[in-house]
C-alpha cells in the first residue's frame, strides 16, 4: 500500500475491498456504513493515477465530492468531465457512468450513495478500455 | 465577509442566510439542494472562530464531516465533543444537538441532511448560552 502524497482530508482506508470493479489501485475508508437509519453510505475513495471504477449505475443515485487531486467523470455517450478539488458531480439514478483519477495525479473524493433506504443497488458493467479512457 | 484563513475545500460562499439560527458569524455554500431526485441536502458550512449554530433537532438526521479547523458538537445532556479535520459526527433523527468552531479557531465541514425525503424538518430552539458554550 501506497501512502498519497496528497492530502485526502479523511483517512486514506484500506486496498478497496471492491477492487474487483475497479482498474488500477484504489483505497476506501467507509465513513458511514450502509443501514436503515441514516439511509447514507458516505465513502472516501483515493484513486492512484490512472485508476479508475469500471462502469457502473446506482438504482439510487450518487454524488460525488471532489477533495482533492485531479480526476475524470464520464457518462455514456458524453464528453468525459475533468474533475477538480472542491467540485462536486451529482449522478441521477440509472446513468450509467465512470468515474476515476487523471492519468497523472492522484485523486480523492467523497462518494455518497443517495436514496439507499429505497434503492441501494449497484450495478457494475464492462471496464473503462484504455482507448475510452485514453 | 472575511476570508476563511483556512482551506475550506468547497467554497466559503455567502453569509449564512439562516444567521438567526446561529450566533456568530457564518458561511454558507449549499452544494446540493433539497429536491426529489437525490433527497440529499448537502452544504459547506464555515464558522468563524466562537460561531455556533442554536440547539436544533433533524427529522431525519445529519450527518457532519469535517473539512478543516477545530470545532464543538454536543448533544443535550451530553458532553462537548471537540471535531477535528477528518472527523464525522452521525446525528440521529430528532436528536437535539448543536456544532460550531472552537473558541479560537475557524471551523468547516460538510452537511448532509439524511432521509430527507422521508422527513427533512429542522426545528430550531434556543442559542447555546456562553455558559453552555464556555
Redesign the interface.
Same mark, same amino acid.
Given at each position: 500500500m501506497q501512502k498519497a502524497p496528497i492530502d485526502t482530508?479523511?483517512?486514506q482506508g484500506e486496498p478497496n475491498p471492491y477492487s474487483k470493479f475497479f482498474t488500477g489501485q484504489t483505497y476506501l475508508t467507509m465513513?458511514?456504513e450502509k443501514e436503515h437509519?441514516?439511509?447514507?453510505p458516505?465513502g472516501n475513495v483515493t484513486f492512484e493515477p490512472g485508476a479508475r471504477t469500471h462502469w457502473h449505475k446506482h438504482g439510487g443515485?450518487q454524488?460525488l &465530492?471532489v $477533495?482533492n487531486g485531479e480526476g475524470r467523470y464520464q457518462e455514456k455517450g458524453k464528453e468525459i468531465r475533468v474533475l477538480q478539488?472542491?467540485e462536486?458531480v451529482?449522478i441521477?439514478?440509472g446513468v450509467i457512468h465512470w468515474h476515476g483519477a487523471a492519468p497523472n495525479s492522484w485523486f480523492v473524493h &467523497?462518494s $455518497?450513495e443517495?436514496?439507499a433506504?429505497?434503492n441501494g443497488k449497484t450495478d457494475w458493467l464492462d471496464p473503462v478500455a484504455d482507448s475510452e479512457y485514453k
Open positions: 482530508i479523511f483517512p465513513l458511514s437509519i441514516f439511509n447514507a458516505i443515485g454524488i &465530492l $477533495l478539488k472542491g462536486i451529482r441521477a439514478p &467523497l $455518497l443517495t436514496n433506504g429505497q
